[in-house]
């Protein structure tokens, strides 16, 4: 079983419906990651979470560190917003700090 | 505007030759990663450094070496590509506030 686990795995919707993509993880974290893969492969960092809440635009990343777990939100939802998106948490501090992956939600935005 | 660099972006190699994949990044960072990720996968840590002349395997058991003689610098090397090493790879870097730069990526494929 992975530490980190995204769900759902794949995700269809239409032009300007309301998002919302789940990650629960099973370690003790130092921060949570939300990153979007488009299909030509590179990666954009779009969160870092510690605690709470944190909005950029139309997408809204939460974090409950008590439940192990965290959501990313978008409104309005967009076809340019259709990619992979990658939960990954940041486990230990300092050198010894490493990211642990979740296997990512791929999300179709149709007209 | 990208500050991490990687060339190539994509990469079709015989079997048997040796390739070096390139990671350049402008921010300074100390922290630089490899990550390895097969399609519909997590990505998966082969490699990383925490300054110049400091190198450590990751979680990944990878036949690829590094090397970090510049801080901006930081390319992956295979002395003999084989079909397994077929797969997308990634390079990242850190700021000490644990926020990470991902750079394109180069796909990989080796025939």
Redesign the interface.
């Known amino acids: 079983k ?1 530490e ?1 686990e995204q769900s759902p795995q794949n995700l269809t919707a239409q032009e300007g419906e309301f998002i919302t993509i789940n990650c629960s993880y099973s370690v003790g974290i ?2 949570l ?1 939300w ?1 979007q893969q488009h299909p ?6 779009l969160f ?1 979470l510690s605690s709470g809440k944190k909005k950029h635009g139309r997408l809204i990343a939460t974090i409950n560190i008590q439940e192990k777990h965290s959501s990313l939100h978008i409104t309005a939802s967009h076809p340019r917003d259709s990619a992979v998106y ?1 939960c ?1 948490v ?1 486990v230990g501090t300092g ?1 010894a ?3 642990t ?4 939600t791929r999300l179709q935005v149709t007209l | 505007e ?1 500050d991490i660099y990687q060339t190539p ?1 994509y990469l079709v190699i015989g079997t048997g030759k040796k390739i070096t994949l390139e990671c350049s990044q402008t921010m300074g960072h100390d922290k630089m990663y490899w990550y390895q990720q097969d399609p ?6 082969i490699h ?1 450094s ?1 300054g110049v002349n400091s190198t450590e395997k990751g ?1 990944l058991s990878s036949e690829s070496t590094v090397s970090r003689i510049r801080t901006e610098h930081f390319p992956l090397t295979l002395e003999s590509a084989r079909p397994s090493h077929t797969s ?1 790879y ?1 390079c ?1 870097s850190s700021d000490s506030g ?8 180069t ?1 990989l494929t080796v025939v």
């Open positions: 992975n980190v130092s921060a990651h990153l030509g492969g590179g990666i954009v960092s870092m990658i990954a940041r050198t700090s490493k990211l992956f979740g296997t990512g | 990208a972006r519909g996968m997590e990505l998966h840590l990383y925490y979680d997308q990634l990242a644990y926020g990470y730069t991902f750079g394109s990526g796909r």
